[in-house]
């Protein structure tokens, strides 16, 4: 009857344009890929209309690594070797960025490289209020989608009339939003 979920594509684009920003909008970006699931596509998507704003940034290559860390480990140092002048990391999952994050941290010379992630998991919200090359991720708001999800049910069982698709929006979260959050009790 509808599809509630987070806007995949608009989280894509924050995720293109965070990246985008913080490699000085140029050079060589990947991202670490896991074509077969559609909210991954959508992901995609958003990124790379995000980076089409940005002539002198490059998306060299997808990899798939179907949302595994040691996959997407393994892709990331292969990736790394192939292109030295890579500046930027689009992980569609966190699994996806932590493992590019820990083939960074083991490649000399990989420093440089920014990763932008996607779930905001608190694995990866550690590694981005610690400063390392994780620097952004894509966070989700599920209790805003069951809300959503109940009050639609809601109205549909009451004779409404509900759209085909709601979208719930997403954000980004950096160093500075994450630093400005309320500590966990």
Excluded: W
């Excluded at 490289?113 to 694995?123: F, L, N, Q």
């Excluded at 894509?138 to 085909?164: A, C, H, S």
Aim: hydrophobic content about 40%; charged content about 30%; aromatic content about 4%.
């Amino acid at each position: 009857v509808c599809h509630i979920a987070s806007d995949n594509k608009q989280g894509g684009r924050k995720a293109g344009e965070y990246l985008a920003q913080a490699i000085g909008g140029q050079g060589q970006v990947i991202v670490i890929d896991h074509p077969a699931v559609t909210s991954v596509q959508d992901r995609v998507a958003g990124f790379e209309e995000a980076l089409r704003k940005y002539p002198k940034i490059e998306l060299v290559e997808k990899p798939p690594a179907e949302g595994q860390r040691s996959k997407a480990r393994d892709v990331a140092a292969n990736k790394l070797i192939e292109f030295p002048q890579l500046r930027g990391i689009f992980g569609i999952n966190d699994d996806s960025a932590l493992g590019a994050l820990a083939a960074c941290e083991a490649t000399k010379g990989a420093e440089k490289i920014v990763i932008v992630g996607y779930d905001a998991t608190p694995e990866a919200r550690e590694k981005i209020v610690k400063g390392t090359q994780l620097k952004a991720d894509v966070v989700q708001f599920p209790v805003k989608m069951g809300l959503t999800t109940i009050e639609t049910i809601d109205k549909y069982l009451r004779g409404e009339k509900v759209p085909n698709q709601i979208p719930i929006e997403v954000d980004i979260l950096d160093k500075a939003k994450l630093s400005k959050e309320a500590p966990k009790q």
